[in-house]
């Protein structure tokens, strides 16, 4: 049941990186890249919390945290850069 449960999970993620990847390639604007980098940084942060709910182990708790540290330091700041180059 739990392998039938991960190869599904799995699917779920895989199609929303795909969609986020293709997202991120077509644009059309600054604002559309970054919320695309964005979701695919956080399908990144679900997959690695997947795999360690999965494999029952907290050694990768770091490695959410630097994720998710980084998705919001890179979208405030390009955010910021899109608004400063707007005006």
């Known amino acids: 049941m739990i392998t039938f449960l991960a190869a ?6 895989s199609v929303t990186a795909l969609l986020a990847l293709a997202r991120l390639y077509r644009g059309p604007s600054l604002i559309d890249r970054v919320i695309a980098a ?3 940084l956080a399908t ?3 997959a690695v919390g997947a795999e360690a709910a999965v494999n029952r182990h907290a050694t ?3 490695v959410l945290v630097v994720l998710s540290l980084l998705g ?3 979208s405030v700041s390009l955010v910021r850069f899109a608004v400063r180059e707007q005006v």
């Open 38 to 40: 964005d979701m695919l």
């Open 44 to 46: 990144m942060v679900g």
């Open 8 to 13: 599904v999970l799995t699917a779920l993620l």
């Open 60 to 62: 990768t708790l770091p």
């Open 72 to 74: 919001f330091i890179g």
